[in-house]
């Protein structure tokens, strides 16, 4: 397979990954055009090589900006703006956990924390099945939270600890 080949279904199959992380194809074939890319590229060129819209690539590249992934590059006597993808698949994952939960897990937890305060007679069988589902929701919802807090720290904590052996 030849490296164009290689690409294109490296960059077909991140695209279907992504959709079931929660985010569009475009959005993530936009991430894996950018994270294969030898040097940053221009909204053109994503355009050209993915066959995408200037207003779906706009649109998808701002969102990745947004989400940490992508970093707007200035190029010292160009006036088009260039792009460029976090290519650490570490930092990758850190930061797409740190979104999903952020728009997914903290707007549950919030919800479940209000349901749980639930008016009614407590030895009703229906108060008390319902109390017992959200309860047990409630404690996987933080057990989660808590297991991706450790995740996304774990790699602050490496951040801090490398930048303070830079100066020992």
Do not use: C
């Not at 947004?66 to 006036?79: A, H, N, P, Q, T």
């Not at 017992?132 to 297991?147: D, P, R, S």
């Amino acid at each position: 397979m030849n490296l164009t080949e290689a690409k294109a279904q490296f960059i077909q199959s991140w695209g279907i990954l992504g959709s079931q992380w929660g985010i569009n194809r475009t959005m993530a074939q936009i991430h894996a055009l950018l994270v294969v890319a030898a040097k940053p590229l221009t909204t053109e060129e994503i355009m050209e090589q993915l066959s995408v819209s200037r207003g779906n690539t706009n649109m998808n590249v701002r969102e990745l900006i947004d989400w940490g992934l992508v970093d707007k590059v200035i190029i010292k006597g160009e006036r088009k703006e260039f792009f460029s993808a976090e290519k650490d698949i570490w930092k990758v994952a850190t930061l797409i956990m740190y979104q999903r939960k952020k728009r997914e897990l903290d707007p549950m937890v919030k919800v479940l924390n209000q349901l749980s305060e639930i008016e009614g007679d407590k030895e009703d069988e229906n108060v008390k099945a319902f109390t017992e589902a959200i309860g047990n929701i409630k404690k996987f919802a933080g057990q989660a939270e808590k297991t991706l807090d450790t995740i996304i720290k774990a790699e602050e904590n490496w951040f801090w600890s490398s930048f303070i052996k830079l100066f020992k």
